[in-house]
């Protein structure tokens, strides 16, 4: 216990004492996010929290796993590397989303390939287990590495959001890491909540400092390979060990509702609209309780809470609901609550046109 007390303290102080330095530079060197039409925020503000998040994270790491029980560590060290230099150069001078993808899919690729963290199934969901190749399961790990990071770097649209659910969707695993006695697992979620605590202080209304690419695809890459262990650990573990988790498929859907959610109905409404589904709209879930007239840190307290409730949900019930029924709750309720807020948002816009 005290390692992981360490590295979540190591990780804070670091990222802590880090952020002011790189807040001075970035306006001294008027390295500013400036707002546009899509921007919840109406200040020019230093996007580059990142650094700190990786800076402290990555230390921490370093310092305090036991590397002869994380062989594969050195390869998750690289994932780190490549999306942190992607980060800041897109930071610094926005790159083309093609160039960004083609880093996210060499990151994917080496995580599944060299350090062997991938799906080796369906886990029951569909009724599929392991039956197909391998080489298709180690394409559908790609795939969800991609999804997860992306899904992070989707929902960074205002003050403490992709921070504080990053936070809680790591501590939530690396308590069950821990639990699992997957000590090396639970020090690389721990430094990153430590990291992201950190970084909070300065992100929360009035932000002083935004995460951009740079924080956003490090925890989305951090939280992929937590998820994606988290779901093999829990297949492989017998019926009788209190530690399982049954339906593990609706389980990890639960616990990232928020940033999961999100990303595939907004991909899903800008295909069905004939879009990209990378062009950039306000369709998203926080862009929504903004429009309905939250401020930034209801929206996100809101979300963040609502994560919670699906956590909770999703822990109490897996070993009483089937898979496919929580499965449709969860995904029924998420899509549910969303179309009630955009018709809400709809009316309130409505409302404002016909009094003006």
Partial sequence: MSIIILSFLTAFTLTYFAIPPIIRIAKQKHLFDVPGERSSHTVKTPALGGIGIFSGAIFSIVLWTPFEQFGNLQYILCGFIILFLIGVKDDLSPMSPRHKMIAQILTAAILVIKSDIHLSGFYGLFGLHDELHEVFYLFLSIFTILVIINAFNLIDGINGLAGSV???????????????????????????????????????????????????????????????????????????????????????????????????????????????????????????LIDYGLTHMQATGALVAINILYILFVFSFHNVISLHLMMLLVIGSATGLTFLLHSKVVQKKNKLIALG
């Fill in 166 to 288: 990053g936070a809680l969707i790591s501590g939530v695993l690396g308590c069950w890491f821990f639990w699992a006695g997957k000590m090396e697992l639970a020090i690389v979620a721990f430094t990153m909540v430590g990291s992201i605590i950190a970084f909070l202080k300065y992100n929360y209304t009035p932000a002083k400092i935004f995460m951009g690419d740079t924080g956003s695809l490090i925890i989305g890459m951090v939280c992929a390979v937590l998820m994606l262990e988290f779901m093999h650990m829990n297949y492989s573990m017998s019926d009788s060990d209190p530690r399982k988790f049954y339906d593990v498929p609706a389980v990890a859907v639960g616990i990232m509702i928020i940033p999961l959610f999100d990303t595939i109905r907004v991909f899903t409404t800008r295909i069905y609209r004939g879009h990209s589904p990378f062009k950039p709209d306000r369709r998203h879930i926080h862009h929504l």
